[in-house]
């Protein structure tokens, strides 16, 4: 049985249809990178995957179960932005999941209890390279620095599925190419499967195993909103040739142009 | 260079601030000097002997029949009944609020009507709450807390809608129930933002402690001034006046200062 399971899905907004008929099987500890034009649904895809966004037809099961309706511990998530808490300090924003999990009523932990988290939270920093930072607000670390609080955070959590949409999407290039070696060296510490939704093409050709590529098979010039987008690429990454990547470039930029036209 | 681009130097700010004041203060002195030459005995524009002997008749020395300080009497009076009612209605907005922008269930039920509430007009029910509540302090205080409650309520609900969508998600990505979401992260992000709605909200509970205060009171400095209207004793209340905007701004500055103090993440450019 495959981990996740998405067999003849759809996702519909009254008459417009954001994604139609898509099929995919994904093995435990896999890193698929999404992309596509902006509209084509795969950060719908991934709301839907995290509990945001149910499903209108179809299944989307994980480990033969449906995805539960909300956003739980099953799935962590890192946004473009606004991912760390601003009224919590660096190491406080890491250890605030162990205190939820470990107090239902106060959500704090005292004493011994929180020394002892605070141990595993400080490996955490010192893996994404944040352990000077600790006691700083997130307000003042660089936009790279929060991310990588933000992944520290999910990552501390062991979630079985890690949700990235558009995470390094506001970072400058260099930055951006730190953050790829961090992000692939937890993930083949921890072997969580991730899902990664980027804007980025050549970011999405060359990080994680499989390229999943979301775009409009059919496409009305007088109305963009009529046909649904869905997986017209699934790659193995790594091993696709130039020309395959320079194709699927192609049509999504002539997506990208109908969708604004 | 234009007149937009042209920025006043750190003690031109300063001079700059206190021209208005000193003009007024000017302004007041020589229509007051003139009045007093006319007129000895004016009462409309006093001089400043007249006020610093009113000052200092009514604080620093025993009223003759009650034995007591009359302006510190007033004072303490006023500054509880304010306290007690601005509390108050700070600990309903709290609750109210944070319940409203958080969950949409007591969202849909409680709205309407916290929007309908904050269209009173509080002073139209002032003589409801002095029927209703007696002539005692409750009723005095029922008025701050009627006059100041919802509005804070719709401000605080309206901060807790502030906070990014992508937070809640989060939060609960880390495994956070309702509950834990409310005291973890609404709550704490809301806190500043509370004290800034009573920072607003105290200009009109100033406004309803002083209606109150004049219709039925034995004391508090609103009294005071309605009391000694009758004689057109201006060399009081003007003083008076001039002591309720200290204690205006020394209660404004506090809070802005405990919010710096306590909450850095927030003044620091954290939201």
Redesign the interface.
């Given at each position: 049985m495959s981990f996740i399971t998405v067999k003849n899905l759809w996702k519909e907004y009254g008459d417009q249809v954001v994604l139609e008929n898509l099929n995919l099987d994904v093995k435990k500890g896999e890193f698929c990178t999404l992309v596509g034009a902006s509209g084509c649904g795969k950060s719908t895809f991934l709301k839907m995957l995290l509990g945001q966004e149910q499903p209108s037809r179809g299944v989307l099961d994980l480990e033969g179960e449906p995805f539960p309706a909300q956003p739980d511990r099953n799935r962590g998530i890192v946004f473009q932005r606004y991912s760390v808490f601003p009224h919590l300090s660096v190491r406080e924003n890491v250890l605030l999941g162990l205190e939820l999990e470990q107090k239902p009523l106060l959500g704090k932990l005292f004493g011994k209890a929180r020394q002892e988290a605070l141990k595993q939270v400080d490996a955490m920093l010192e893996a994404v390279g944040l352990s000077g930072a600790a006691t700083k607000w997130p307000h003042e670390l660089s936009g790279g620095m929060q991310q990588r609080l933000a992944i520290a955070q999910s990552f501390l959590m062991r979630p079985r599925v890690l949700l990235l949409d558009e995470p390094f999407g506001a970072l400058d290039p260099g930055i951006r190419n730190d953050m790829h070696q961090l992000l692939l060296r937890l993930w083949k510490e921890t072997g969580t499967t991730i899902f990664m939704v980027t804007h980025d093409l050549h970011e999405g050709f060359r990080l994680g195993t499989r390229l999943l590529v979301f775009d409009k098979v059919r496409r009305d010039p007088h109305d963009p909103q009529a046909f649904g987008a869905t997986i017209t690429y699934d790659l193995p990454i790594g091993k696709t040739d130039s020309d395959l990547l320079d194709a699927i470039e192609t049509n999504v930029n002539k997506t990208a142009r109908n969708q604004a036209a | 260079m234009r007149l937009i681009n042209r920025h006043p130097g750190r003690l031109s700010v300063v001079i700059l601030g206190l021209i208005p004041f000193a003009l007024l203060i000017l302004l007041y002195g020589i229509a007051s000097q003139q009045r007093l030459a006319e007129n000895p005995s004016d009462k409309l524009l006093p001089g400043l002997e007249k006020m610093t002997a009113a000052v200092e008749r009514m604080a620093f020395q025993e009223n003759r029949r009650s034995g007591d300080y009359l302006m510190l009497v007033d004072t303490t009076a006023s500054l509880e009944r304010l306290g007690i009612g601005v509390g108050i209605a700070a600990l309903m907005a709290l609750i109210v609020g944070i319940l409203n922008g958080t969950l949409p269930l007591f969202r849909a039920s409680m709205a309407p009507l916290v929007s309908a509430a904050s269209m009173v007009p509080p002073l139209a029910i002032l003589p409801i709450l002095f029927i209703v509540f007696g002539l005692g302090e409750l009723s005095k205080v029922m008025l701050i807390v009627i006059g100041t409650a919802p509005v804070m309520m719709r401000d605080v609900a309206q901060r807790v809608r502030e906070i990014?969508q992508?937070?809640f998600?989060?939060?609960?990505?880390?495994?956070?129930?309702s509950?834990?979401v409310i005291?973890?992260?609404v709550l704490?992000?809301v806190m500043p933002r509370l004290i800034d709605a009573m920072r607003l909200s105290l200009g009109p509970a100033w406004l309803f402690l002083i209606a109150a205060e004049a219709i039925a009171a034995t004391e508090g400095l609103g009294y005071r001034i309605f009391l000694v209207r009758r004689y057109l004793a201006m060399d009081v209340i003007l003083p008076y006046v001039i002591w309720i905007t200290i204690l205006a701004i020394i209660i404004d500055q506090c809070l802005r200062l405990t919010n710096r103090k306590l909450?850095?993440?927030?003044n620091?450019?954290?939201?």
């Open positions: - | 990014p992508e937070q998600i989060k939060i609960q990505t880390l495994g956070a129930n509950w834990q005291i973890r992260m704490p992000q909450f850095p993440w927030y620091a450019g954290g939201n």
